[in-house]
């Protein structure tokens, strides 16, 4: 196997950073890390993490995103971000501890009980309108920023999503949800009077 290239990406948030590995990531879904303890449950989310200066860790389907504190510079935490990249790929390490490797995660809080965004049954058409515009129009469009964002409710004309990865922090995740989500929503689905990040 020859030497391994992990290629770097800005991202729209100067804290956070995309690192392309060159091959599958998550083969479904995406895993969010905003603490080491969420971290505990990925070998390598933790190794990031341990690094010191690692705030959050995302894994996408093809990217890594690394986010680092206010204060820290990338050029003294890229090469470590790096080598812990390629020494995690080059063994083939699992993603996950134990029997979680297909990397599909629920979050604790997605329970729509305590959330509070029960689905109305009568807005079931809109509900799909909205989820499949989400992941058609929306999520492709973040994947790139290195970020996805999650579908979480509709409630009496409010869509409510949730941003993570290099979206969550950014300072133009607000505009990009109001601006572009909101036009987007509105303009196929009538019913949508506003969006709301949770």
């Known amino acids: 196997m020859g030497a391994m290239l992990i290629e770097t990406e800005r991202t729209p948030n100067p804290a956070t950073l995309k690192f392309l590995p060159g091959r599958q990531v998550m083969a479904a879904g995406t895993r969010d890390f905003a603490t080491p303890e969420e ?7 933790e190794a990031l993490f341990a690094l ?18 206010p204060g820290a510079e990338w050029s003294d935490v890229k090469p470590d971000v790096l080598a812990t990249l ?27 009980q305590d959330s509070g965004f029960a689905d109305d049954p009568e ?5 799909a309108q909205i989820r499949e515009l989400i992941d058609t129009r929306v ?16 409630d009496k004309g409010k869509v409510y999503l949730r941003m993570q990865g290099a979206c969550s922090g950014c300072p133009s995740s607000t505009a990009t949800l109001k601006n572009g ?16 990040s949770v």
């Open 139 to 154: 999520r492709p469009a973040v994947a790139n920023d290195g970020g996805d964002i999650i579908y979480r409710g509709f």
């Open 123 to 127: 807005d079931a058409e809109i509900v």
């Open 86 to 112: 390629l020494d995690h790929f080059t063994a083939d390490m699992p993603l996950f501890r134990g029997g979680t490797a297909t990397g599909i995660h629920i979050p604790a809080d997605d329970g729509d």
């Open 39 to 45: 971290a505990e449950a990925s070998p390598l989310a």
């Open 52 to 69: 010191g200066d690692v705030t959050g860790v995302f894994f996408g389907g093809n990217f890594i995103s690394v986010t680092i504190a």
């Open 181 to 196: 989500i909101e036009a987007l929503l509105k303009h196929y689905v009538p019913e949508v009077t506003e969006v709301l």
